[in-house]
């Protein structure tokens, strides 16, 4: 049995992010996939590896400039972490250009989507781009030239900036050898050039090509030797310390513009730079040659997500598909208090519409028999008709509290202005607790009933957010289920007021109960196997981090425990290790959605025991955030769940990938006539009925 956390059962965090982008860029690879889409998979890698650097990296980098000794649980000191990082990033990074350089680029122009080099343009193309740039480009330039009164420019975090080098003497005889140019964000970074100058259906046009074909006129009377396209990334870890502050929105109003200038943790640069610009720019960033990346193409792929949205071509983009409504509320006009007293409604996101959440909240701002609206909120976008009608309940007289997270990573900002307008009209806003994320989803609305106060709840695996309810796979729950709606109260309540916390009868939450309640039912099930019982667990989550729960999971196997994971993201536990994780299967879903949902699925001697929750089984869900685990208590929506969230997913032979137990994965290959995709399966059988959106 396990005795201890032995750091040779355990994978590293970080390399686990790395693998995961790999699994993305073999979606962008698969030329199975339509073309416009895999360009799509090709810019979410550049994201999440932006986000990695900007992230994870600088805690790595932080820890081996305080010369931190901590291992990690997989035994590695930083520095090792960080080798191993710089290895495959580096390797990652030359094969999504070469992806895009020598497939992407070239079937893309066979459609008629063509990226116009400069070293390609015609008169025609020339001469519309000189008159772009003077007309829209050169107008918002501010070219810096470097000397003793000009001093290297502060560069902002992942901004488009350009290296130039120079030759003669400026207006005023200076002789100074080289220039920065930085790109406004105001600028498109691909322009659309009309067809009948382009010469193809859909031509672009990097606005990269634009300045450095007529840098020169930013330099008038000297000589251009060179211009090079860079990119900085930073750290964008804030730093509020929660216990000291007195406001912790101003606090973070005074942090956040401080993010775009943190410390410099990777420098990209065309790879055409010269020696000379590469030295400059790593000294002035206090860098390495272990943290340059030296691309064959733009400087930042993401910005070219936008081309799919500017392209009509439905041929080379996932069919369009209308989210459904479930059965009890396809009736239009619906009475959502009067369906969910009938009974518990489950909505499967992106399958099912996001649109009775909105209606939710706008019918009970506009009941007058509503008095009270309760809801979290971590991510919900700029625009969003949940917050509009949240602050239309309060300007009505409603009790409207709102517990906002201000710290959801890069949604900050959004947050902050959200709970601005709700002040102003009255609702009740709250950041949560000190120290502790609110990433709970949950909403409560009550409302007075033949002279009683009833409530209605609903509880989430994902935000609160229309957009990546489009994008994202989430289960929703509708309930009046009184000792449900007085355990979400409860939480509420803790969230708002003081004291201590009292038991739930049904919800299991961070920090208090929900790691010890996953722990134990991993352990009953391992008890039950022990006596000669089937014993079956079953979890699908984003990232599998913490030891102690992953100590568990190895018990339950070494137990005879059947223990299937469907892992998005990271995993750091080791499956199929002989007399350690013989019984453990871990997968991982890449596709069309992005898998958000979290389903834990103990098959306690028949009881079959479902939960869905916002918490993956890591340290900072179970310890440092306010997350609630709810159960499925009707058995219809508990065989849905079931049959939409598990099984499809654990027969999946297309876009599943099985982990093997040193950290790698390969992907599942079906045989003919047996493929099975689980996203495709669940359009066909939910999404293909158009909805009334």
């Not at 990690?72 to 990082?85: P, V, Y």
């Not at 420098?267 to 272990?290: G, M, T, W, Y």
Request: hydrophobic residues 40%; proline residues 5%; charged residues 25%.
């Amino acid at each position: 049995m396990v005795k201890k956390y032995n750091p040779q059962h355990f994978l590293n965090r970080e390399l686990g992010h790395l693998e995961f982008n790999r699994r993305v860029l073999a979606q962008a690879a698969d030329r199975k996939l339509p073309l416009l889409e895999r360009l799509k998979y090709l810019c979410i890698v550049s994201s999440n590896l932006d986000e990695f650097f900007e992230i994870r990296v600088a805690g790595v980098k932080e820890k081996i400039q305080h010369n931190a000794a901590i291992l990690d649980a997989d035994g590695m000191t930083a520095k090792q972490t960080f080798a191993q990082i710089e290895q495959r990033c580096h390797a990652l990074i030359d094969a999504q250009y070469d992806l895009f350089n020598d497939e992407i680029v070239p079937a893309l122009a066979e459609q008629g989507v063509r990226f116009l080099r400069r070293t390609h343009w015609n008169d025609a193309q020339q001469a519309w781009v000189k008159d772009f740039f003077f007309r829209e480009v050169m107008p918002v330039l501010t070219p810096i030239g470097l000397d003793p009164s000009h001093p290297f420019p502060r560069v902002l975090n992942k901004s488009l900036n350009f290296a130039v080098e120079l030759q003669g003497k400026d207006a005023f005889g200076r002789n100074s050898a080289r220039a920065i140019v930085q790109a406004p964000r105001v600028l498109p970074r691909t322009i659309a050039m009309p067809p009948e100058v382009s010469g193809c259906p859909h031509g672009f046009v990097f606005l990269s090509s634009i300045l450095h074909a007529h840098v020169g006129e930013l330099f008038a009377g000297m000589e251009v030797l060179g211009c090079y396209q860079f990119r900085v990334t930073r750290n964008s870890n804030l730093f509020v310390d929660e216990e000291e502050v007195k406001n912790l929105r101003l606090s973070l109003q005074g942090e956040l513009p401080q993010r775009n200038f943190g410390n410099a943790v990777r420098l990209e640069v065309a790879d055409n730079c010269s020696p000379q610009i590469e030295a400059l720019l790593l000294k002035e960033f206090n860098l390495d040659e272990r943290d340059l990346y030296r691309v064959h193409g733009p400087v930042n792929l993401v910005r070219l997500m936008q081309i799919p949205n500017l392209v009509d071509k439905p041929a080379l983009k996932f069919p369009e598909f209308a989210p459904i409504l479930p059965p009890a509320l396809q009736k239009k006009g619906a009475d959502m208090f009067k369906a969910i007293r009938k009974g518990d409604i489950l909505l499967h996101h992106p399958f099912h519409s996001f649109k009775p959440v909105i209606d939710f909240i706008q019918q009970a701002s506009r009941d007058p028999n509503v008095v009270a609206i309760k809801q979290t909120v971590y991510r919900t976008g700029v625009d969003s008709a949940l917050m509009e009608a949240l602050m239309a309940a309060a300007q009505r007289g409603k009790e409207v509290t709102v517990v906002v997270e201000l710290l959801a990573r890069f949604d900050e900002e959004a947050n902050i202005g959200w709970a601005t307008r709700l002040e102003e009209v009255g609702a009740h806003v709250v950041y949560g607790v000190v120290g502790h994320k609110t990433h709970a989803k949950m909403i409560m609305v009550v409302r007075r009933e033949e002279g009683k106060l009833h409530r209605y709840v609903h509880l989430g695996t994902g935000n609160y957010h229309p957009r990546t309810a489009r994008l994202y796979t989430d289960f929703g729950l509708f309930t009046a289920h009184e000792s449900i709606c007085a355990d979400v109260n409860e939480v509420f309540s803790q969230l708002t007021s003081l004291g201590k916390a009292r038991p739930l009868h049904h919800l299991w939450q961070s920090p208090f109960t929900l790691h010890q309640q996953i722990v134990r039912a991993i352990r009953h099930e391992a008890e039950l196997a022990k006596n000669g019982q089937p014993a079956h667990i079953i979890a699908k989550m984003n990232a599998l981090l913490e030891a102690e729960t992953i100590n568990a999971l190895y018990e339950a196997s070494q137990a005879g425990v059947k223990i299937d994971l469907i892992v998005r993201g990271v995993c750091a536990l080791r499956p199929g290790v002989p007399g350690l994780s013989e019984n453990i299967r871990v997968l991982s879903i890449v596709g069309r959605f992005l898998e958000h949902t979290r389903i834990f699925y103990f098959r306690n001697a028949l009881k079959h025991d479902i939960y869905l929750s916002s918490a993956d089984w890591m340290d900072r869900n179970f310890f440092r955030r306010i997350e609630v685990c709810f159960p499925i208590i009707d058995s219809k929506l508990k065989k849905r769940v079931m049959d939409e969230g598990l099984k499809v997913y654990l027969n999946d032979n297309t876009q599943a990938w099985e982990m093997d137990s040193d950290g790698s994965y390969k992907r599942r290959s079906p045989r003919r006539g047996s493929y099975r995709c689980a996203q495709d399966n669940l359009l066909t059988a939910l999404a293909n009925t158009p909805a009334n959106l």
